[in-house]
């Protein structure tokens, strides 16, 4: 499963190629393993990675991400979606954003935009979430992106309590410039290695 999903990415490597991340003072250089992607996280933010069966789950949050966290960032990087769902991948998407759309107080809606080899669509709302003190109100950002031409979807969320956006949003405003996938990434998949 894993070489078909590397395969997959091996075109991907050129939009990696061409991208370079700022890295702001009082940010550090974050590796998104396995794929060799890039980020630049709060140097005190805590760092957290998983695999699925279709993709990856990356984690970025002020404290532990392996626990409940209030304030944090996290990419779902979702290969083969509509070879999976057997539907086009803008119908995932839709679908998706529009479940968001009934969970809460939507304040900002984005159309879709031409993103290279990606297109994207966002949702920013407000939602109350349980959490293991009680229910809470967060302020969410949703960023779906979904391939041209490749069988990929990838979903951004950043969220914070409502009373902590203003302070968390100049660090998620620096994360969502990343690098999903390196160069180094799609080589393997090329060479054989894992």
Not at 28 to 55: C, M
Request: aromatic letters at 12%; glycine letters at 8%.
């Amino acid at each position: 499963m894993w070489r078909i999903i590397i395969a997959a990415l091996i075109f991907v490597a050129p939009i990696a190629q061409a991208q370079t991340i700022h890295v702001p003072e009082g940010y550090v250089l974050q590796e998104l393993r396995p794929t060799g992607g890039q980020i630049a996280k709060p140097a005190n933010w805590q760092y957290h990675d998983f695999a699925g069966s279709n993709g990856w789950t990356w984690i970025i949050a002020a404290s532990d991400p392996t626990k409940w966290y209030d304030i944090g960032w996290r990419t779902q990087l979702l290969i083969g979606v509509e070879s999976g769902t057997k539907r086009p991948r803008a119908d995932f998407v839709r679908n998706f954003i529009n479940q968001k759309r009934t969970t809460g107080q939507v304040l900002r809606d984005c159309p879709q935009s031409d993103q290279g080899d990606f297109f994207l669509i966002c949702l920013e709302t407000i939602e109350t979430l349980k959490t293991p003190s009680g229910e809470r109100r967060f302020h969410i950002l949703y960023s779906v992106f979904w391939g041209k031409q490749m069988d990929m979807v990838y979903v951004t969320t950043s969220g914070a309590p409502e009373e902590d956006w203003e302070t968390a949003r100049p660090a998620f405003e620096v994360m969502r410039n990343f690098i999903i996938i390196g160069a180094d990434f799609a080589n393997k998949g090329t060479s054989g290695k894992q």
